[in-house]
């Protein structure tokens, strides 16, 4: 089992504001902690050449797949 430690960074609110880019450990997976109340705040539509894996802890999220 592989543990990797975050940077631990935050937002001037507090709120979680890290990645972990699983190239960089030979793996097609990274994780992204986005973390609002805002609507319509977060990433800008994009794409990736691989799978995403999205995990809501708590409230709403709008994804567009395809």
Same mark, same amino acid.
């Given at each position: 089992?592989?543990?990797?430690?975050?940077?631990?960074?935050?937002?001037?609110?507090?709120?979680? &504001?890290?990645?972990?880019?699983?190239?960089?450990?030979?793996?097609?997976?990274?994780?992204?902690?986005?973390?609002?109340?805002?609507?319509?705040?977060?990433?800008? &539509?994009?794409?990736?050449?691989?799978?995403?894996?999205?995990?809501?802890?708590?409230?709403?999220?709008? &994804?567009?797949?395809?």
């Amino acid at each position: 089992m592989h543990i990797t430690e975050t940077s631990g960074r935050t937002r001037t609110d507090q709120r979680i &504001l890290d990645n972990i880019e699983g190239a960089a450990y030979g793996t097609g997976i990274s994780i992204i902690f986005e973390d609002t109340d805002t609507v319509g705040a977060g990433p800008r &539509l994009h794409q990736h050449p691989y799978a995403e894996t999205f995990i809501i802890r708590s409230g709403k999220a709008e &994804l567009t797949g395809g």
